[in-house]
């Protein structure tokens, strides 16, 4: 099956730094990427929707120039936290579709920032 | 996408039956019922899904009621490892070029006992 690979597993950062995450589609093209965040006892809740190739659609109320997307190849996507602060720490997840295997959930990024 | 309502919360003994139940009154005659759990801290793992009749693979089977207003998700011999947030999620099949994004509810959270 699809496989998405995504890393880092978990980061602890100093308050105004930037950490990227990464998701990798090991064996199939992800055309669609979507991103989502989860704080502690809830929910996943989505942030943005990219597509290969095309700027990043926002959910409102995410902050597009403080999470940076990027989808420049069909294998890899990246979410960018910028100047990160500690409201920030949670638990990141890629969802990509492509290649056939509908959605393909990442094993997720759990950040905390001190 | 049509809302589901869940319990917060079940629990069942191992190797019983765990039926978790979804609601779905308004569901439309395109929409897939689907169902994914979540393991503490790792991303969502699709379970199931159907349209009208019932299904079953080698996780689960899944009933759907003749009115398609809800549906049950069931777990035949429960193990620890079944322990999770169990999501039931209402869309259009994904497929195609049809690969919007899953929104997620509040779950149940299924607890498997010795």
């Known amino acids: 099956g699809a496989v998405v690979s995504q890393h880092p597993s978990w980061v602890i950062c100093k308050s105004g730094t930037s950490v990227k995450i990464e998701c990798r589609s090991l064996d199939f093209q992800a055309t669609t990427m979507f991103w989502y965040r989860q704080f502690p006892k809830q929910s996943l809740m989505l942030m943005a929707t990219?597509?290969?190739?095309?700027?990043?659609?926002?959910e409102q109320g995410v902050e597009k120039d403080k999470f940076l997307i990027n989808h420049a190849s069909l294998t890899l996507s990246t979410l960018t936290v910028t100047s990160a602060h500690p409201e920030d720490s949670s638990f990141y997840i890629c969802?990509?579709?492509?290649?056939?295997?509908?959605?393909?959930f990442g094993s997720g990024t759990r950040l905390t920032v001190v | 996408d049509a809302k589901t309502t869940q319990p917060p919360s079940m629990d069942c003994a191992e190797g019983r039956a765990a039926n978790l139940p979804c609601n779905h009154s308004?569901?439309?005659?395109?929409?897939?019922v689907y169902w994914y759990r979540q393991i503490h801290s790792q991303g969502p793992q699709y379970i199931i899904h159907?349209?009208?009749n019932n299904e079953t693979n080698e996780m689960a089977s899944l009933i759907i009621t003749e009115d398609r207003k809800s549906s049950t998700l069931i777990l035949p011999h429960a193990t620890l490892r079944d322990t999770a947030v169990y999501y039931c999620?209402?869309?259009?099949?994904?497929?195609?070029?049809?690969?919007?994004?899953?929104?997620f509810g509040q779950g149940t959270i299924l607890t498997v006992h010795p």
């Open positions: 159907g349209l009208k």
């Open positions: 308004t569901i439309s005659g395109n929409e897939y």
């Open positions: 969802n990509s579709v492509g290649g056939g295997y509908g959605y393909t």
């Open positions: 990219s597509n290969e190739g095309s700027k990043a659609t926002y």
């Open positions: 999620i209402v869309r259009v099949k994904a497929g195609g070029t049809s690969y919007g994004k899953l929104t």
